[in-house]
């Protein structure tokens, strides 16, 4: 039980909880500091010392990360929740050598599909990529800009603004623009202008989203991709990287979501979830099983 709050109070817990914010911010920052010449050899290196430090820092996080796993993956837990450290890890290091780790390798970034998403772009429809925390998601949205498509990305807020400033220059540095408030209205006009839409709708939508499966439980889900789709005619392609055994990435834009006119709203939900279970049931430790997932999963709508 945790008895921060009610020893001393709800708005010192919040307190608390914005400087520990604060300071994994700034211990990020320095790191990008120290880093700045850093050579691609060491960026190993430099990994294997965060897989050290990321669960002391992350104690509560990779606590309940524990807690969270279904059932089915807890004769591999150890193995999935040390899989899940070296992917955050390496993520974090990739975001920032992502220039560095190109020149370098030239093919560390292939991908299966983009015919999918050029065939769209000629039926002028634009096209919504639907993906997860899962892998290094952030790169996929570097690539695509990098391919020449119009890429523009659904950001949710960081916990604190000076993360969200961070990440987001990380973003536009790469050719992604962001979406931020307004983001569905915005979303249908890109897609109307033939551009292309990038959201991660995995997180916890709670009185939000829809009640669908997840794993066994009943968890809220975020109905704003099909939204998206139902208004726009756009078609969504799910949309996943993994990382290789070498350390390079392949990204997969998979057959896009078929929505039949008798489907309800949370069976569109369900369908799109669906892809996310088999993705993470294939490489359960790329997903970020930290995420409160289930929390309040009963305020989500319900057919």
Not at 42 to 54: D, E, P, V
Request: glycine share 6%.
């Amino acid at each position: 039980m945790n008895l921060f709050p009610l020893i001393f109070g709800k708005k010192a817990k919040e307190k608390f909880k914005y400087y520990k914010r604060l300071l994994r911010f700034y211990a990020v920052k320095l790191l990008l500091d120290l880093l700045k010449k850093a050579t691609v050899p060491s960026i190993s290196k430099i990994a294997h010392l965060l897989m050290k430090i990321m669960p002391v820092i992350f104690k509560h996080e990779l606590k309940r990360a524990s807690e969270l796993l279904p059932e089915e993956f807890q004769g591999k837990r150890s193995k999935i929740l040390h899989g899940m450290i070296a992917n955050q890890a390496n993520n974090l290091l990739e975001i920032i050598f992502y220039e560095n780790l190109l020149a370098h390798n030239p093919d560390f970034i292939t991908i299966s599909g983009i015919e999918r998403l050029e065939k769209a772009r000629k039926e002028g429809r634009g096209a919504i990529l639907l993906s997860a925390h899962f892998g290094n998601w952030e790169l996929v949205g570097y690539k695509l800009a990098e391919l020449g498509f119009d890429m523009n990305v659904i950001a949710r807020p960081q916990a604190i603004k000076q993360m969200t400033e961070l990440m987001n220059e990380f973003r536009e540095k790469r050719g992604v623009k962001i979406l931020m408030k307004e983001n569905l209205t915005a979303s249908l006009k890109i897609l109307k202008q033939n551009g292309f839409v990038g959201i991660v709708s995995d997180l916890n939508a709670r009185e939000k989203g829809w009640q669908v499966d997840f794993f066994g439980r009943k968890a809220s889900f975020y109905i704003a991709p099909v939204l998206l789709a139902m208004r726009s005619k756009a078609p969504i392609f799910p949309t996943f990287i993994e990382r290789k055994a070498d350390g390079s990435h392949f990204i997969t834009i998979q057959e896009p979501l078929i929505f039949s006119s008798e489907e309800k709203r949370s069976q569109r939900v369900q369908k799109y979830v669906n892809r996310f279970i088999e993705i993470i049931r294939k490489r359960p430790d790329h997903w970020v099983w930290f995420h409160e997932r289930y929390h309040k999963a009963y305020l989500g709508q319900a057919e």
